[in-house]
């Protein structure tokens, strides 16, 4: 909202967080996480704590420089960069030109979503990720956080129409596999289970935002305040031939409405004075 009190509350904790990881350990050294929670094929957990740690790096720095603390964020965007350095050179991860660790779904989306790889590689990487799921019969081998990422990877490339091929996929793994063994809820896991996995859990509901953002079409700007610039690209992906929805924002409710008619994509939208639409 434009409103900087949240973040004058809580900086200086996100300033202690960042002061104890710097002497704890060295970026090349970033200790594992939980990774790619419940992922088919998972990928390297500490390839995906470095991707965490220099996302948590930059989020704190675009803080510090909005509070005037710019010793502090050009400290973090220094360590950010050095992660990005790293990663690209480490031959553990990126052995070839845009393929990272062993080229695993969740690995090319990590790399790809927070922009380890240069941009040179960019494509590479893409192809390898876009090549792996058509290889798995538009298939999802990814977890909690690349699924979100495999999404959105793929609508803002151009596979908008892929994404949907992913996100309708019938039998097991994916949404309808839940549906079809009676689930009334979102799953923890891909793999249905008496005991072990929660049958009600957030985990995959990422499929949401994506429907909101890819399928019905409103994406709030990276570089917005308050909401005040979105972009508006619907898709009409495999089995949806009609969608409609709202975003309630501080400047009024964006609506949108879009059906196929002979094929062709009719777009109906109303958009708040002081929005901008790009």
Same mark, same amino acid.
């Given at each position: 909202?434009?409103?900087?009190?949240?973040?004058?509350?809580?900086?200086?904790?996100?300033?202690?967080?960042?002061?104890?990881?710097?002497?704890?350990?060295?970026?090349?050294?970033?200790?594992?996480?939980?990774?790619?929670?419940?992922?088919?094929?998972?990928?390297?957990?500490?390839?995906?704590?470095?991707?965490?740690?220099?996302?948590?790096?930059?989020?704190?720095?675009?803080?510090?420089?909005?509070?005037?603390?710019?010793?502090?964020?050009?400290?973090?965007?220094?360590?950010?960069?050095? #992660? @990005?350095?790293?990663?690209?050179?480490?031959?553990?991860?990126?052995?070839?030109?845009?393929?990272?660790?062993?080229?695993?779904?969740?690995?090319?989306?990590?790399?790809?979503?927070?922009?380890?790889?240069?941009?040179?590689?960019?494509?590479?990487?893409?192809?390898? #990720?876009?090549?792996?799921?058509?290889?798995?019969?538009?298939?999802?081998?990814?977890?909690?956080?690349?699924?979100?990422?495999?999404? @959105?990877?793929?609508?803002?490339?151009?596979?908008?129409?892929?994404?949907?091929?992913?996100?309708?996929?019938?039998?097991?793994?994916?949404?309808?596999?839940? #549906?079809?063994?009676?689930?009334?809820?979102?799953?923890?896991?891909?793999?249905?289970?008496?005991?072990?996995?929660?049958?009600?859990?957030?985990?995959?509901?990422?499929?949401?935002?994506?429907?909101?953002?890819?399928?019905?079409?409103?994406?709030?700007?990276?570089?917005?305040?308050?909401?005040?610039?979105?972009?508006? @690209?619907?898709?009409?992906?495999?089995?949806?031939?009609?969608?409609?929805?709202?975003?309630?924002?501080?400047?009024?409710?964006?609506?949108?409405?879009?059906?196929?008619?002979?094929?062709?994509?009719?777009?109906?939208?109303?958009?708040?004075?002081?929005?901008?639409?790009?």
């Amino acid at each position: 909202y434009g409103d900087t009190e949240a973040v004058t509350e809580t900086y200086p904790t996100l300033k202690r967080f960042l002061d104890l990881c710097e002497r704890s350990f060295r970026p090349e050294d970033t200790p594992k996480c939980i990774g790619d929670h419940e992922a088919l094929d998972k990928a390297d957990q500490q390839m995906t704590a470095m991707c965490h740690y220099h996302q948590f790096l930059k989020l704190t720095a675009k803080f510090a420089r909005r509070l005037g603390e710019t010793a502090d964020a050009a400290r973090y965007e220094a360590t950010a960069a050095e #992660l @990005e350095r790293i990663f690209a050179e480490m031959a553990r991860y990126v052995p070839a030109k845009g393929f990272v660790g062993n080229g695993r779904q969740g690995e090319e989306a990590f790399a790809i979503y927070h922009r380890m790889l240069p941009p040179a590689d960019l494509d590479a990487a893409y192809g390898i #990720l876009r090549y792996d799921v058509i290889a798995h019969d538009n298939a999802l081998s990814t977890g909690i956080f690349a699924t979100q990422y495999l999404l @959105e990877i793929l609508t803002d490339r151009g596979d908008a129409e892929l994404a949907g091929k992913v996100a309708m996929h019938e039998g097991f793994p994916g949404w309808f596999n839940m #549906l079809d063994h009676g689930a009334t809820t979102l799953w923890e896991s891909w793999i249905g289970s008496d005991n072990i996995y929660s049958h009600c859990h957030p985990m995959f509901g990422t499929v949401a935002a994506w429907m909101m953002k890819g399928v019905l079409g409103i994406n709030v700007c990276e570089d917005a305040v308050g909401c005040d610039k979105v972009r508006i @690209e619907p898709h009409a992906v495999p089995g949806v031939t009609s969608a409609s929805g709202w975003l309630d924002t501080p400047k009024g409710r964006i609506t949108v409405s879009w059906k196929l008619v002979d094929g062709k994509m009719s777009v109906e939208k109303s958009v708040p004075a002081g929005i901008a639409v790009r």
